[in-house]
């Protein structure tokens, strides 16, 4: 038996592993990571393509949205008329009075007592409106006590409201009977105080 033959039939050297990776990374032995590091590229490119096609559908959609609740769910005219006025009252020199109480939310039911009066808090830095809701108008009180002019703001008719009158104990009372949305705008010596709109 040839010994040389047998030597050369035996296991490959390292040397051989090394050429062999070598052919299977290229045909003729250089590195190709160039043309992956290019499909990369390639790739965010498109996917920053498609990014801004989204946006635009985007747009579209809450284009379409828009029209579609326009046409399925208007804002009823008679509140639409309500806000233009109410907005119409605004005034630099009015002073906004927060509602910091209200029996519907704040309130402990009492048992047995039907139809209570709904019991209202309004509140400036200098001056507070207690005021008291029932089925036969409304009364309350303006603190500190002073003389005051109250309009009822109630609805869409806002040229000439209802009006009450505060005694110098700042006490008013009225037959009034409020419906929907209403407001109460003071009038003192001093300043105008609007308060937030609620529903009766």
Do not use: C, K
């Not at 039911?109 to 409304?138: I, Y």
């Not at 000439?160 to 419906?179: E, Q, W």
């Amino acid at each position: 038996m040839n010994s040389d033959a047998h030597d050369s039939d035996g296991p490959p050297h390292d040397s051989d592993d090394l050429d062999g990776t070598a052919d299977m990374n290229s045909a003729d032995g250089t590195d190709d990571t160039d043309g992956f590091d290019d499909e990369l590229d390639g790739e965010a490119d498109d996917l920053a393509e498609f990014e801004g096609d989204d946006s635009l559908d985007n747009d579209l959609l809450e284009e379409t949205l828009r029209q579609a609740a326009a046409i399925m769910d208007p804002v009823p005219a008679q509140l639409q008329q309500t806000a233009v006025e109410a907005y119409t009252l605004y005034s630099l020199d009015t002073r906004l009075a927060e509602l910091t109480f209200d029996s519907l939310v704040h309130g402990i039911p009492v048992r047995g007592v039907l139809d209570a009066p709904r019991m209202l808090t309004f509140r400036t830095d200098e001056l507070t409106v207690d005021v008291e809701v029932t089925a036969h108008g409304l009364m309350g009180q303006v603190l500190p006590p002073q003389e005051a002019r109250i309009e009822v703001l109630s609805g869409p008719q806002l040229s000439s409201p209802p009006t009450l009158t505060a005694d110098d104990m700042g006490r008013f009372t009225g037959d009034l009977r409020v419906s929907g949305p209403f407001a109460l705008r003071l009038r003192t010596d001093a300043e105008v105080v609007m308060t937030e709109w609620l529903r009766a």
